[in-house]
Each structure stands twice: as C-alpha cells, then as structure tokens.
C-alpha cells in the first residue's frame, strides 16, 4: 500500500468490552510505533517494535494496554476492560531503518470512543 | 528522561506577520530534533529535521543546545500553514520519538 493503514477508523464501544486496533505499516519499514492522542492533547507514546529487538513498552499506560507485532509487518493494540478515559485517536506510524530512520510516516488513527 | 515543551497550546498571527513557535527540550545527550505538522483532515507528517538544515515551506529551525532549544520559523506567515505542529526528540540511541504537546497555529486574513 501506499501507506501506513489502520482499522477500524472509528470504533464506539461500551465500558468494559475489549477492543482490538490493528496497523499495517509501510511494507521494509522496520520500526513501528503506537502513540494516542486524547482530545486537546498531544501525542503520548505508547509503544515502540524495532525489527526483531525486544519492544520498548515503557508507555503503555496500564496492564489492560498490549500490543503485538508479527515480524516485520502488521501489529495490533489490544485495549481489555476498555475505561471511558481510554476514549482517544490511536495513531501508528512506521519507520526505516538507517538515513531515514526518524521520520515517522503515521497513519489516519483509529477513533476510540467508550461510552 | 528525555522531554520536549512546547509552552503555547494556541498561537494566533496575521497574514505576513513573522511566526516562531517556540520548542525547548530536556536531553543530556546530543539529540536529533523534529518539527512534525497536521493540517486540517491530513496525517501528521514530517516538516523538518535539524540535521537537514533546510527551509521547508519556508520553514527554518535551528537547534540551540546552549538554551537546548529549536524554535520554529517563518518571516511571512501564510494562511496556509494554520495546522498543529508538534516538536519532536530522538535520542542518539536510536530509539523512540517523543513529542511535545503541540501548538496549534492560525494564521488570520
């Protein structure tokens, strides 16, 4: 594709359910990145997949929070017993490795709303 | 830790006023420094990078380590380049990216 993909572009659900958010990154991209975006706010990472490197999982804001990454390719962001301040714009981004690495190509964000 | 602040949430110019949005970083190291931008209904993306050392959309920063800071600006604002613009450090590890909280620019007729 021509670039980062993410789905679903909007998801509503109810306290309590578990939701699954799933990137599919730009395709010899080694690196992958999930930040969220809360209304207002700035982007507050969350996690960080590079190549086969043990992910940098040091912003996942609590255990409900996981994510997931098949080799080199698409990775999911499980969110469990989804809270009502969970409500934000998950964005991923992918980047290259070497000169590039540092520009981060993003996706549109998937739109989580817990009611 | 690393961080990056960006003190104005806001910042409002007129049409051909200069604009410099201000961004100061905290990082013992020697780090790279980003400018990302959104415009309306876009994907954030990449504006430019200190290392590049290059005007883009007339857009120039210049990292200061003494004040460690990399403002962003332009001398003639244009209505055009109202968006969200987000600071960003990388640390010289190699690793993730971490942003500011970002300034949303309008630029007024």
């Keep these: 594709g021509a670039g980062v993909s993410q789905s679903p572009s909007n998801k509503v659900t109810e306290k309590g359910k578990d939701v699954e958010l799933r990137c599919d990154p730009i395709s010899g991209h080694t690196a992958l990145y999930w930040y969220r975006q809360r209304l207002g706010q700035g982007l507050e990472f969350l996690i960080y997949f590079q190549g086969n490197s043990a992910p940098d999982k040091s912003g996942l804001p609590s255990d409900r ?22 409500s934000a714009v998950y964005l991923c981004a992918s980047s290259p490795l070497g000169r590039g690495a540092g520009e981060l190509f993003f996706g549109e964000g998937s739109r989580l709303t817990v009611l | 830790a690393q961080r990056v602040t960006q003190p104005e949430k806001l910042l409002s110019v ?22 990302y931008v959104q415009y309306s209904r876009q994907r954030l993306q990449l504006l430019l990078r200190h290392i ?58």
């Excluded at chain 1, 080799?71 to 969970?86: A, K, M, N, Y």
């Excluded at chain 2, 800071?69 to 244009?78: I, R, V």
């Excluded at chain 2, 969200?84 to 007729?109: H, I």
């Design chain 2, 14 to 35: 007129f049409k051909g006023a200069p604009v410099e949005l201000k961004c100061n970083y905290s990082y013992s190291g020697s780090p790279e420094l980003f400018w």
């Design chain 1, 65 to 86: 929070f996981s994510a997931e990454r098949t080799g080199e390719s698409v990775s999911t962001l499980t969110i469990q017993r989804t809270q009502q301040e969970d």
């Design chain 2, 52 to 109: 590049s050392r290059e005007s883009i959309k007339g857009f120039t920063a210049d990292l200061n380590k003494g004040e460690t800071s990399f403002h962003l600006k332009k001398p003639f604002a244009q209505e055009e380049d109202s968006a969200m613009y987000y600071c960003a450090l990388r640390t010289t590890s190699g690793s993730r990216l971490t942003f500011g909280e970002g300034t949303q620019l309008t630029v007024n007729p």
